[in-house]
């Protein structure tokens, strides 16, 4: 029996061999939709990534994949063969969405658009998320998170340690310590999907998304976007921020972040800094005049949250109202009391019946709350259930489409 939700009685049939199409519709399934991943017989690429629990490097427990892949049921078919592609098309034809995670190259040959999908039902939803997107000079390019995180102009964007080379404008670009661009693009595909759904219900068709992960990773640089439109390409200093502090500093404990960017919040900091005589020279009067002499206002502040933890400033600054936090560790995270409180890492039964953490849904839906309803699927694990289920398969056509 499946969890109600708000999407409850919605089919999705997933497709997917990168993070922003499996995480797209793990969103879905968290709202209750019935999320089918089709699998090839050699699994998900993401159950051979780990972290595994105590190294055992178990598929069925890679961390990743069962973070993906929580609140969906998973089939295998390969769908270069003849009978599992009839199979795989008789499931997206029972589907209300079809969400394909795929390079463009790969959703032409296998014929997933939508226009060659639909046949006379014309309600099927696809939402195609690719490195690129479906048109364009560079559509047929493959590429994962660390492509569209630099496609995006995001890894350029993030400034780096400046002391690292002579000009900082010379730094190599940054990467991320996480699949960001999967995450932006799987959210803005989940969106795009329920906006599509709302539509279909208005006008009784379904439609194609055509999502590309480089411009998922661009939508979220306005003010970067922005600046090198009205100026020449802004150097990848402080100045990037437009006014100071707004910047990550050294404490007692670790790093904190510390976003004195209203004259009024500058105050106040001086204030708890007990005001010191260098606050008031004309290089430190506005946010801009702070930011352009950075240089020399990080090492004044550093004798003040030097003598401080995150925590004991975060806690000064917010009772003045400014902006201010700890930068977690991803441990601290995990540990933190607030987190805890809010329930949202949830705890998963791995080997042995030891138990690790994992994220669980930000959203708080107050008629149809999250349930983490079902774990990750281990390979093949609902095969011929969904296909009895959706489709009423026989034995005969099963044993035909089995892998």
């Known amino acids: 029996m499946l969890q109600q939700g708000a999407l409850s009685g919605i089919k999705v049939v997933e497709f997917s061999n990168q993070v922003a199409g499996s995480f797209c519709a793990r969103l879905l399934g968290d709202a209750g939709a019935d999320v089918v991943k089709v699998e090839p017989p050699k699994g998900d690429r993401y159950r051979q990534t780990g972290p595994y629990p105590e190294g055992s490097g178990d598929p069925d427990w890679s961390g990743l994949f069962l973070y993906l892949n929580s609140n969906k049921r998973g089939v295998v078919l390969d769908i270069d063969v003849s009978g599992s592609r009839a199979a795989f098309m008789d499931l997206v034809t029972a589907a209300d969405f079809l969400v394909v995670g795929e390079n463009s190259t790969k959703i032409e040959r296998l014929g997933l658009r939508r226009e060659k999908l639909v046949k006379t039902d014309q309600r099927l939803i696809v939402t195609s998320i690719t490195p690129f997107g479906l048109t364009g000079p560079d559509s047929s390019y493959i590429g994962d998170d660390l492509i569209a995180i630099g496609a995006g102009g995001m890894a350029y964007a993030t400034p780096g340690i400046p002391d690292m080379v002579e000009d900082a404008d010379l730094e190599p670009p940054l990467r991320s310590n996480t699949y960001m661009s999967g995450y932006l693009a799987g959210v803005q595909g989940a969106v795009a999907s329920v906006g599509a759904l709302l539509s279909r219900k208005i006008q009784g068709v379904g439609c194609e998304i055509d999502l590309s992960i480089q411009e998922a990773v661009a939508s979220v640089m306005p003010f970067e976007l922005a600046h090198a439109s009205y100026y020449e390409p802004k150097t990848r200093r402080p100045e990037i921020f437009g006014v100071m502090p707004n910047a990550y500093l050294p404490c007692k404990d670790g790093y904190v972040v510390i976003m004195a960017v209203m004259e009024g919040h500058w105050r106040n900091l001086m204030d708890l800094a007990d005001n010191p005589d260098w606050a008031e020279l004309e290089v430190f009067a506005s946010g801009v005049e702070r930011a352009r002499n950075w240089d020399a206002l990080e090492p004044l502040l550093l004798e003040w949250t030097m003598a401080h933890t995150g925590a004991e400033i975060a806690q000064l600054a917010q009772n003045r109202g ?58 093949g694990e609902h095969t011929s259930i969904v296909f009895e289920e959706w489709l009423e398969y026989s034995e005969q056509q099963l044993k035909r489409m089995i892998v």
Request: glycine residues 6%.
């Open 322 to 379: 400014i902006p201010c936090f700890p930068a977690y560790t991803v441990g601290q995270m995990v540990d933190s009391p607030h987190v805890n409180e809010r329930k949202f890492m949830r705890d998963i039964e791995g080997p042995n019946g030891k138990k690790f953490k994992l994220p669980g849904y930000p959203v708080r839906m107050e008629k149809t709350p999250w349930h983490l309803f079902r774990s990750a699927p281990k390979l």
